[in-house]
């Protein structure tokens, strides 16, 4: 099985479980054959996400510095290729998974030839995940005022901004409390609305 797909099935089953399929028409029988398949495009996209973070000539630096320190004598499998001088698939598991960001030096690999992987298989990622997910931020704005809560209508235009949207009565009230010097008595500004001081 390709890498790729090795991984999304990890991801996908650490999401919904082992699930059960109709071999006949490949499709998942125990949850909603649509779900699974939208749980498996975003475990591909994770490791898409993740193959275009990583700093690949630094990870192959790490994992040569690794295999010449570890086991430069060792032979190669006969059935594959060297990647690069030599440096095998254990090598390349450890420098992706060190943590210390000086995977190039051979000193690091001496004092510790194995990255820690402890603290991790414990975690139930996904479930980790779905409660950070409640409190993420959209990239763009909301389309409503984050002021009074109003959507934008032919009456009303709301305007986004760094990390917020105000509308044109919110701007229009702004401006009311400023040229008012601070005096929210006016009956026409909101008691909750004061200038900073």
Not at 7 to 12: F, G, I, N, R
Not at 73 to 96: F, I, M, N, T, Y
Not at 101 to 125: A, K, L
Not at 152 to 178: F, K, M, N, Q, Y
Request: overall charge negative; glycine content about 8%.
């Amino acid at each position: 099985m390709p890498n790729s797909l090795a991984a999304e099935e990890v991801l996908t089953q650490q999401v919904v479980g082992v699930q059960q399929f109709d071999g006949a028409r490949g499709r998942c029988v125990s949850m909603p054959d649509d779900l699974y398949t939208d749980v498996r495009a975003a475990a591909r996209a994770i490791l898409h996400t993740t193959a275009a973070a990583i700093d690949w000539p630094r990870l192959l630096q790490g994992a040569a510095m690794r295999h010449d320190v570890l086991h430069p004598d060792q032979e190669q499998h006969p059935d594959r290729p060297a990647l690069s001088e030599g440096v095998c698939g254990s090598c390349l598991k450890h420098a992706l998974l060190s943590e210390t960001g000086n995977e190039g030096s051979p000193y690091h690999w001496q004092q510790t030839p194995d990255s820690p992987t402890d603290g991790h298989e414990g975690v139930d990622w996904p479930a980790v995940v779905a409660q950070g997910v409640r409190h993420r931020r959209d990239t763009e704005s909301p389309a409503y005022c984050q002021w009074c809560g109003k959507q934008p209508s032919e009456h009303l235009t709301v305007v986004r901004g760094p990390g917020t949207t105000i509308c044109s009565d919110c701007v229009d009230l702004a401006r009311a409390v400023i040229d008012s010097d601070g005096d929210t008595r006016r009956p026409d500004v909101p008691d909750h609305i004061a200038p900073l001081s």
